[in-house]
């Protein structure tokens, strides 16, 4: 019995399994991405998140309609790899590729996934705009109130976010960074409230 304990040990040592590893070749696709993302929409793990449908729609979109930069379609044409099948094609040919859409459409759905794993509360737009028309109104004040240093890289990296928009891939960050700010100097100014 020892020799075979001792057998195996040797072979996980030599054939490790890596978990992660594991996961990078099951999720090799967009496709399998919107798989996972889907199963995890209908099991209810994004039910606090009440934007995420249209996170999720717009990968779908983004898929359809992605080309590169060269106009090189998302989905590989017919005659490329013709007898392989479709995902073993898929992989070959999106290789080394970047499709913006599909890589921004992906980066946003990627939010809602971190907030989840990592029990944050959600984000909505509303939020995000009222934050943003709140530091823009503010800016200067905030800036006469903070070190040099400090206003250089806070509101810079602010300013930056919050003009990348609400589907960019650090908008957890911004969101909490702002959240953080306007309590920090909640004296200063009121949030613009938000057009709906």
């Known amino acids: 019995m020892n020799a075979l304990l001792r057998r195996v040990r ?3 040592l030599a054939f490790p399994y890596d978990p992660v590893a594991e996961l990078d070749r099951l ?3 967009d ?3 919107l798989a996972l993302y889907e199963e995890g929409f209908r099991r ?3 039910k606090n998140e009440p934007e995420f449908p249209e996170a999720l729609q717009r990968y779908r979109d983004a898929m359809t ?3 590169t930069w060269r106009g090189e379609p998302f989905e590989p044409p017919d005659n490329f790899m013709p007898t392989e099948p479709l995902r073993d094609r898929q992989i070959a040919w999106r ?3 970047f499709y913006d859409a599909v890589g921004n459409a992906f ?3 990627g939010t809602y996934l971190h907030r989840v794993t990592d029990k944050k509360p959600p984000i909505l737009r509303r939020e995000f705009e009222e934050l943003a028309a709140w530091f823009t109104a503010n800016e200067a004040v905030l800036k006469a109130r903070m070190t040099i240093e400090e206003s250089q890289v806070v509101l810079q990296r602010h300013r930056f976010n919050i003009l ?3 589907y960019d891939s650090r908008m957890n960050e911004t969101i909490e960074g702002l959240r953080i700010l306007r309590k920090r100097f909640a004296d200063v100014g009121e949030p613009t409230p938000s057009v709906v």
Do not use: I, N, V
């Open 27 to 29: 999720l090799q696709t």
């Open 10 to 12: 040797k072979l996980s």
């Open 44 to 46: 209810g793990e994004y």
């Open 31 to 33: 496709e399998d991405w």
């Open 164 to 166: 990348q928009g609400w």
């Open 95 to 97: 290789k080394g590729k």
């Open 65 to 67: 309609t992605a080309t």
């Open 107 to 109: 980066a946003w759905l």
